[in-house]
Structures are given as structure tokens and as C-alpha cells.
């Protein structure tokens, strides 16, 4: 078995809600950011060793997804971000 790697600083906010993902999807790793959440802003990373080596391409890949989207704008075809739903 794989040595699962964690934060340094310990459990977060939403570290629960990423080893549900992370054993509901059975996944190697798993990035959790949360904005406006119940519990407010925060984030959890968890997986293997060898998965958390690949997550800070896999974030800056992400990352440069969402800048084009935004440049974009809010109804371009292809866009990956949706309004949030009101009521």
C-alpha cells in the first residue's frame, strides 16, 4: 500500500470532505479548494507520494485553464466555470 502523504500542518477544514473524495473516487490524490463553503475558504491535498509530486503541474495547469476561461468571458462555448445559483 502506498504511503498516503499529508499537510504539514495538520488537519484542515476540509480534510474529511477530501478522504471522502479521495475513497469515493478511488483515487491516487486529490485536490479540494473550497470558496464560500459552509465552513468558509480553505482547502485539503491528500494522496500518495507519487501523486502529490505530479499536483503542482496539475495546479498550474488549472490555473492557466481558469485565466483563459475568465479572458474569455462568462458565455463562451467551452467555458468550465458556471454562475452560482441563486434562492
Known amino acids: ?21 479521495l475513497a469515493r473516487v478511488d ?4 485536490v479540494l479548494l473550497v470558496m464560500g ?17 505530479t499536483m503542482p503541474e496539475i495546479l498550474r495547469n488549472a490555473a ?6 475568465l479572458t474569455r468571458g462568462p458565455d463562451a462555448p467551452g467555458r468550465h466555470m458556471r454562475p452560482k445559483a441563486r434562492g
Open 64 to 69: 492557466r485553464w481558469i485565466e483563459r476561461d
Open 27 to 30: 483515487a491516487d490524490g486529490v
Open 37 to 53: 463553503g459552509t465552513k468558509g475558504n480553505g482547502f485539503a491535498v491528500k494522496g500518495t507520494w507519487e501523486a502529490m509530486a
Open 1 to 21: 500500500m502506498a504511503t498516503i502523504a499529508r499537510m504539514a500542518d495538520g488537519p484542515g477544514k476540509y480534510d474529511a470532505e477530501a478522504e471522502q473524495v
